[in-house]
């Protein structure tokens, strides 16, 4: 029950949108090769994102960047796929993820850091 109450408390912060495109493989029966295929079933999920600097020392690079980490907080229930490329609509920006790391999930929540796409 006290469970419930928070879940619904989340919720109510969940101001953004996204979408979830993954990576099938399929067998092409001309070929009979694998192929990979991105594929949409999750359209318009409710979330938050999140975002924090984070001081990040790259010793390739002469000068030290300071790296923008995000945080998607969004249902439990939602299970996002290794390898998925995640579309969000924030405050009417939209910003392209791809999963990183492994969701941490709460009874009420979950938190997955995600990187913008090309800055891995």
Same mark, same amino acid.
């Given at each position: 029950? #006290?469970?419930?109450v928070i879940?619904r408390n989340f919720?109510?912060m969940?101001q953004d949108t996204? @979408? #979830?495109l ?6 092409d029966p001309?070929i ?6 991105l594929?949409?079933?999750?359209i ?5 994102l999140?975002?924090?600097?984070r001081?990040h020392?790259?010793?390739t690079?002469?000068?030290?960047e300071?790296?923008?980490v995000a945080?998607?907080f ?5 299970e996002?796929k290794?390898?998925s490329?995640?579309? #969000?609509?924030?405050?009417?920006r939209?910003y392209k993820?791809?999963k @990183?790391g ?6 009420t929540?979950?938190?997955i850091? #995600?990187?913008?796409?090309?800055k891995?």
């Amino acid at each position: 029950m #006290v469970n419930e109450v928070i879940k619904r408390n989340f919720e109510r912060m969940y101001q953004d949108t996204m @979408s #979830v495109l993954f990576i099938v493989q399929e067998t092409d029966p001309l070929i009979h090769r694998k192929k990979s295929t991105l594929v949409s079933d999750m359209i318009d999920i409710p979330c938050r994102l999140s975002f924090k600097s984070r001081a990040h020392s790259d010793r390739t690079e002469l000068y030290d960047e300071n790296k923008m980490v995000a945080t998607l907080f969004l249902d439990p229930s939602i299970e996002i796929k290794p390898g998925s490329k995640i579309t #969000v609509n924030h405050m009417g920006r939209i910003y392209k993820f791809e999963k @990183s790391g492994i969701p941490a999930i709460y009874p009420t929540h979950q938190e997955i850091e #995600v990187v913008q796409e090309g800055k891995n």
